[in-house]
């Protein structure tokens, strides 16, 4: 074959996969026609509706130049004004549409009027340019929880009850998108305090505790004792730990077993642990103290609510793209139905807010098909399996693996 | 050879296979003073694992086949293998490995924070791991058809129906301990055999294959073609035919040939006198036997410069952008030790390209009539019954049939993993674990159709089709995304799409067996040559016309990518704010 039928053959390919995609996008567009049947108004409906759906979402992340700008072309869109600005207390933030040279500094001064008074108010521009077309402004004040944040300004050649009518009722409706982003701020916050309240979780029994089963060894094999002390550190100063939300499973689990082995220290031979782990998974991130709760819930259960010998096993294991970790133990187990009233949040124990705090942080960073899977009975004891994927966007844990490995002497904090 | 032997190898490999995946060697403890995190996979079992993964048919039989045929010009192809892991050492493993992906398409996504660049890139993962576990599947075939008779599909139908089972059974959970077992394996099934075979040549008085001249058969031989073949004779030659010769039916009965190109049917039988010079095949282009010392690629090429650099640009550019040594790296716990993984990686790879060319040069010898019957590639498991014969050769045999099934069996489960968990996270509708399932048997049954349909290329040589697809793709994808700061989302998803789109496009037009020759041929057999810069150009071009697009977290990224891990920590939060959200 010569290079002018291979070219040919390239040629003919290219034009097939012109036609293809001209042919596709018009029969995409013959199909939308025949679906759209509907009056002219309810058109407009429509097309008012999906303008407004698509300003929604950047302004649920609150009212910032980035956000406002994004928002401003769909709402100016949506009124159908020669020009539209987004302000907040101080400054304009989003100018969209023409005149935004000469007119950004006299708006801020209309603006400050208004946000004494608290109401939108239509006023004469006096603008001296006479090719200007921005004549009249409508000034509608943006309200949040904490009162007026700022101002949403439409322009109009001429007076016109209509703008001032619309315009309002805008600034109602981005009103009500900035009042669920701060409620959405909120919610985090509320996370954030939560994994505040984990980390500062460890209780004061369990230090005591601790300490007395350490004192006990002092005498009797001061090596072991030396031994529990630093686990006892590099366990504190993990949990105590301020920076990053993320960390490696290697870490985790190290803590968890710094853990395990003061608990052993206390209960003696009652406390059987078996650890599998895969070494694949140990770079693997995850969400910061998501597993060491969850094991300590189980020993809290299985050794302080009974005299028999307790039994956990966990392991760690690779499976493709994703880590599996399951922690199981033969304790007293839970009745199915109080577990699904404290993961949904209507139970309010003490002891479910390490599983429920657990299953939502997993849901928040990976999506709902992440959360905790927990098969448990009363008296049949209880296995909670937890997926992670090796990679997802945004996980990035704030230290190396296998940092704080039992350092020598302490010099820092 | 004796067949009871080598089907006994092939099936304790896989067993061995199997059997490791699912039980593992499972670090399974009781606590005490026992530390997991400690025993993070070391640098050194993680290189065996890569290396295990890495060599594949294509190194264990391919290498000798090409060597067998065309002379030391071929040692370019190990030197590219294990010299793209010199150009992955400096320029990529350890802010891969910071970059916390797992896959490539993960890279694309932390890189440039573009779910497009993600999706485009998981569809070339999906076409190079395809166009390379094709090669393996043929591989399969020739060596169970060399090994047992059976029909050339069997052995692809084998390993495809043993790594699906393995893989969708969640039966390759300790991965990194099989893939670094089958590494010894291989060296072992190879280096075992190859001293056997050495000190049988001193003690045949170490005849030399005689690079200038055409190999000649040493003693009296009887080959039989598969394949209708036309050969190429410089001087007149006498051999007893059972079969067809230019159309008329001979039964045991000698012929002279003259001078001249003949055509020798399916199925006939040559029996060569001792001495005889082993004929040419015809239309191969070759400019004359002397060409197998000559230090240039290809000489079946009409432009063997121009394919020796297309061969080198794609093995040395390529390796970094296969989808299963990708994921490798993310077993290392840091970038130091990804680095220093490589490092011990590129030590065990060249120890074992040492031994492939000495199975090529002692075919040469041997077995010359392979380079006739279009079987090259059998090389290596045919030499131990030629050389020493009796018992010896026939375990000798069955442990290379061992290792090559190791081979197969090895690289073709670790990019079904790889292409299976594309599948399932960015192709497939999410489902579940079911879903991985349905991927893996998917990942496998379209390179399965395609070794049946396509035309048999030497195995080396299809491998090489997919360096070329991967070092235009990923190549200027990861040393642009890791090294330079204005790389866009555009400009990534422009680059892959002309860089990568004009390899595979070149190179399902090789393996359609579309261009005849000349140098429309030779551009498309090694498209690295024009298709890697063109897609770094047309990546920088696109991104330098789209710097607004520039993601605003590049600083922070690069940080990341760049700085060791223990410094980020100290920091505190991070520099650049890079441990944020």
Redesign the interface.
């Given at each position: 074959m010569t290079g002018i039928e291979i070219a040919a053959v390239a040629a003919a390919g290219a034009v097939l996969l012109a036609a293809g995609i001209v042919l596709g996008r018009v029969t995409a567009r013959h199909g939308r026609g025949d679906l759209d049947l509907g009056t002219p108004v309810e058109h407009a409906t429509f097309h008012t509706l999906h303008t407004a759906s698509l300003a929604a979402p950047p302004l649920r992340a609150g009212l910032t130049e980035d956000t406002a700008r994004k928002a401003a072309r769909r709402l100016r869109s949506l009124l159908g004004t020669e020009a539209l600005c987004l302000t907040d207390r101080e400054s304009v933030l989003a100018w969209d549409g023409p005149g935004g040279d000469h007119h950004r500094e006299p708006v801020m001064r209309r603006v400050r009027e208004m946000l004494d008074s608290g109401r939108s108010q239509s006023v004469r521009t006096d603008c001296d340019d006479l090719q200007c077309p921005l004549r009249w402004a409508v000034i509608a004040p943006l309200t949040g929880e904490e009162g007026v944040l700022g101002a949403l300004v439409a322009y109009g050649s001429r007076e016109s009850a209509v703008l001032v009518r619309a315009a309002t009722e805008v600034a109602r409706w981005v009103s009500v998108q900035l009042e669920l982003a701060e409620l959405d701020r909120s919610r985090t916050r509320v996370v954030e305090a939560e994994i505040r309240a984990l980390r500062a979780q460890i209780s004061p029994h369990f230090i005591f505790n601790s300490l007395a089963a350490i004192a006990s060894f002092v005498r009797t094999d001061p090596e072991r004792a030396r031994e529990l002390l630093l686990e006892f550190a590099d366990f504190t100063r993990y949990s105590f730990r301020r920076h990053g939300d993320f960390t490696h499973l290697a870490d985790e689990l190290r803590s968890i077993e710094q853990y395990l082995a003061l608990a052993g220290a206390r209960f003696g031979d009652r406390l059987k642990v078996t650890l599998q782990v895969a070494p694949e998974v140990l770079p693997v991130a995850l969400p910061f103290l998501c597993l060491q709760p969850l094991v300590e819930n189980a020993v809290k259960h299985g050794l302080e609510d009974s005299t028999d010998e307790f039994k956990v096993t966990i392991s760690a294991r690779d499976a493709g793209a994703e880590a599996t970790v399951v922690i199981e133990d033969n304790g007293v187990g839970m009745d199915p139905e109080r577990l699904r009233r404290i993961l949904a949040g209507e139970h309010t124990a003490s002891s479910g807010i390490g599983l429920s705090n657990v299953d939502d942080r997993l849901r928040q960073v990976y999506g709902d098909d992440y959360g905790l899977v927990i098969e448990t009975g009363v008296g049949a004891g209880m296995k909670i399996t937890l997926r992670f994927p090796k990679y997802r966007a945004g996980v990035h844990p704030s230290s190396p693996a296998g940092q704080g490995r039992r350092p020598g002497p302490r010099t820092g904090p | 050879m004796n067949q009871a032997y080598a089907v006994a190898a092939v099936t304790a490999v896989v067993l061995a296979t199997v059997l490791i995946g699912a039980l593992?060697l499972?670090?399974?403890?009781?606590?005490s003073?026992?530390?997991?995190?400690?025993?993070?996979?070391k640098p050194g079992l993680n290189a065996a694992a890569i290396s295990g993964e890495y060599l594949s048919a294509a190194s264990f039989l391919g290498v000798a086949g090409l060597v067998l045929l065309q002379g030391p010009e071929m040692l370019w192809y190990p030197v590219g293998y294990t010299a793209g892991y010199l150009v992955l050492l400096v320029l990529v493993a350890a802010p891969l490995r910071r970059s916390?992906?797992?896959?490539l398409s993960?890279f694309a996504?932390?890189r440039l924070?573009s779910p497009q660049v993600r999706r485009l890139a998981s569809l070339f993962v999906v076409g190079i791991g395809w166009l390379y576990l094709l090669p393996q599947l043929q591989g399969a075939g020739l060596t169970l058809e060399i090994l047992t008779g059976a029909p050339d599909w069997v052995g692809g139908l084998v390993v495809a129906l043993v790594v699906t089972g393995a893989v969708a059974a969640?039966g390759m959970?300790?991965?990194?301990f099989v893939q670094a077992f089958q590494y010894w394996l291989k060296l072992t099934a190879l280096l075992v055999p190859a001293l056997f075979l050495t000190v049988a040549w001193l003690g045949d008085d170490a005849p030399r294959a005689r690079f200038a001249e055409p190999a000649t058969f040493r003693e009296h031989t009887v080959v039989t073609v598969d394949d209708t073949v036309r050969v190429d004779l410089d001087r007149p030659l006498r051999v007893t035919v059972t079969g067809t010769v230019d159309d008329r039916r001979h039964e045991r009965e000698p012929v002279a040939l003259d001078a001249g190109v003949h055509r020798i049917g399916a199925g006939t039988s040559l029996a060569f006198p001792a001495h005889a010079r082993v004929p040419e095949k015809a239309g191969t282009d070759r400019t004359g036997a002397s060409s197998w010392s000559q230090p240039l690629a290809s000489s079946r090429e009409e432009h063997p410069l121009y394919a020796t650099y297309g061969l080198i640009l794609a093995t040395f550019l390529g390796t970094m952008g296969l989808p299963h040594v990708a994921v490798r790296f993310?077993?290392?716990?840091?970038g130091t030790a990804a680095r220093r993984t490589t490092l011990v990686v590129l030590g065990l790879i060249g120890a074992f390209y040492l031994l492939p060319p000495v199975y090529g040069a002692l075919g040469r010898i041997y077995a010359p009539e392979l380079s006739l019957t279009g079987e090259a590639d059998a090389a290596v498991l045919v030499l131990p019954d030629r050389m020493i014969g009796g018992l010896g050769g026939d375990l000798l045999g069955a442990l290379l049939a061992g290792g090559a099934f190791a081979a197969f069996l090895s690289t073709a489960s670790g990019l079904t993993?790889s292409v299976?968990?594309v599948l399932?996270?960015d192709v497939l509708p999410?489902r579940?674990v079911r879903h991985?399932r349905l991927a893996t048997v998917l990942a496998m049954a379209v390179p399965l159709g395609l070794s049946i349909v396509t035309v048999n290329v030497p195995v080396a040589d299809a491998v090489g089709l997919a360096f070329a697809v991967s070092a235009s793709s990923f190549c200027p994808l990861l040393v642009l995304g890791i090294w330079w700061r204005g790389l866009t989302p555009p400009g990534a998803v422009a680059g892959l799409v002309v860089g990568g789109g004009a390899a595979l496009?070149a190179v399902m037009?090789t393996r359609a067996g579309?261009?005849?020759g000349?140098?429309?041929h030779s551009l498309?057999a090694w498209p690295a040559v024009w298709s890697v810069p063109l897609g770094f150009l047309t990546m920088v071009l696109v991104s330098l016309a789209t710097p607004h697009r520039v993601p605003a977290t590049t600083a922070a990224t690069l940080a990341?990518l760049h700085l060791p891990?223990?410094l980020?920590?100290k920091d505190?939060?991070?520099v650049g704010g890079?441990?944020g959200?």
């Open positions: - | 593992g499972r670090i399974s403890r009781t606590t003073d026992f530390y997991v995190a400690s025993r993070s996979v916390g992906a797992y896959t993960d996504e932390a924070e969640g959970r300790s991965i990194t993310y077993t290392s716990p840091n993993m299976a968990g399932t996270q999410s579940g991985f496009t037009a579309l261009p005849g000349g140098w429309s498309l990341r891990e223990d980020m920590a505190g939060t991070g890079g441990a959200r």
